[in-house]
């Protein structure tokens, strides 16, 4: 699974585009963030990481299952409450 980039939370500050290693992610004409390469994304969490919406979901381990980070984030976006991770 590619980053996946939630428009509607984006304010548009670009910490993404600056720490993405392969550059892929851009603004668009709203002042959103875009991933422009999809092919090109490596997984790496980084642009997840650094979003200060809670933007961005983004696996940064590559294993298959839903790391505690990308939980963690999915629970905060959803507004549920924390469990302990199972997995990674
Ligand atoms: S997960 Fe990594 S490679 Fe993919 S868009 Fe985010 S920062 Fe770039
Ligand atoms: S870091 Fe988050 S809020 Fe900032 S431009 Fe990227 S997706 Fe939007």
Redesign the pocket.
Known sequence: M??VIFVERCNGCSW?LD????Q??TLNKDNKAE?IEEK?????????LQCPQDA?L?HPHGCGCVSSVVRKKIRKILHLPEKSSQCC
């Open positions: 590619v980053a993404c720490v993405c290693p392969h892929i992610i991933i090109k994304c490596i997984e790496c969490g980084a642009c997840a961005i983004a």
